[in-house]
């Protein structure tokens, strides 16, 4: 079986985790050098199997968090290895930790860094003991809803449905009661970026699944990139390289050839909705309504 089609587990979150987390993603990985692409969505990796060597020549910790990111990352795992992982929908890692989520950004930083160490002594032990995929799954989730349940000293997230995101900051600002340089201190501190590149990633987001889905606006990439909202292609492949190490033209061709080092593109649409894009069914609550609660 080519390593682009290596098989994968999918796991729903606790239904204390649901408005939180994606789904739990299980996979093997491919033993080539592959890219993971940009992501606004924090994420929880946790190597259960073999491991993995990022671009820079480090190790990537066995339990870690993923920040927000804006340039992509490369990794080569050792043969066999598997990993799990899931998304923290926007504003929601904080509700984990306990922190802004502006401090991660970028960064791939050590669970050790972050929990008490017998939190993560208790994780590795438990993990280690359970006999299949299922079980480590429960166990990660129970991790996490006993993060969840401890009280923590933090200011509330924004919580905003993605369709307000089109909208200026100032406007946004007003909605929710707010200063503009207040909100776009709250935004940093959920969202890990500021309203502005946010903007600016999720439309190459939208630009990305399009392409994903094989559902291109235009028959040219010229006409493409202005139907994305791109001043012109050299702008829009310049994005993409960023966020994916690749132009969009590029990643179509690996894509359909199977190229085991864009596994991390090569999901069918269920799974796409399920582990990397989170559901719009966010609720509008002001800062001050979520502090007086």
């Known amino acids: 079986m080519p390593d682009s089609l290596l098989p994968h587990s999918s796991y729903a979150p606790h239904p204390l985790l649901a408005d939180i987390c994606t789904h739990f993603l299980v996979k093997e990985v491919p033993s080539c050098w592959y890219t993971v692409p940009a992501s606004p969505l924090p994420m929880l990796i946790l190597t259960i199997k073999g491991a993995v060597e990022m671009g820079n020549g480090r190790a ?21 290895s598997r990993f799990m992982s899931t998304a923290f929908k926007p504003g929601k890692l904080s509700a984990i930790l306990g922190c ?8 791939i930083v050590d669970l050790h860094d972050i929990l008490p ?3 993560c002594h208790e994780l590795s032990e438990r993990l280690e003991s359970a ?23 933090h200011a509330p997230p924004l919580i905003l449905p993605h369709l307000w995101l089109s909208k200026p900051a100032d406007e946004l600002a007003t909605c929710l009661g707010l200063g503009t340089r207040q909100f776009e201190r ?11 590149s946010f903007k600016q990633q999720s439309r190459f987001g939208v630009s990305l699944l399009q392409i994903l889905l094989g559902q291109l606006p235009a028959k ?14 050299a702008h829009m492949n310049r ?20 190229d085991p080092a864009l596994w991390a593109f090569s999901f069918n649409v269920a799974d796409l909705g399920k582990f990397f894009i989170p559901s719009d069914d966010l609720h509008v609550v002001s800062v001050q309504d979520q502090t007086a609660a």
């Open 60 to 80: 990537l910790p066995a339990m870690s968090i993923l920040g927000a990111s804006r340039c992509h990352y490369r990794g080569r795992a050792e043969p066999g």
């Open 100 to 107: 802004p989520v502006d401090e991660f950004s970028d960064q």
């Open 117 to 119: 160490s017998s939190t």
């Open 131 to 153: 006999q299949d995929t299922a079980t480590k799954v429960r166990v990660v989730q129970d991790m996490l809803i006993r993060l969840r349940l401890l009280e923590k000293p």
């Open 186 to 196: 709250r935004f940093l501190a959920t969202f890990g970026q500021s309203l502005r």
């Open 220 to 233: 040219t990439w010229a006409e493409c990139a202005l139907s994305f909202g791109y001043a012109d292609q």
């Open 239 to 258: 994005d993409f390289i960023r966020f994916t190490n690749h132009t969009p033209a590029q990643l179509m061709r690996g894509i359909a050839g199977q």
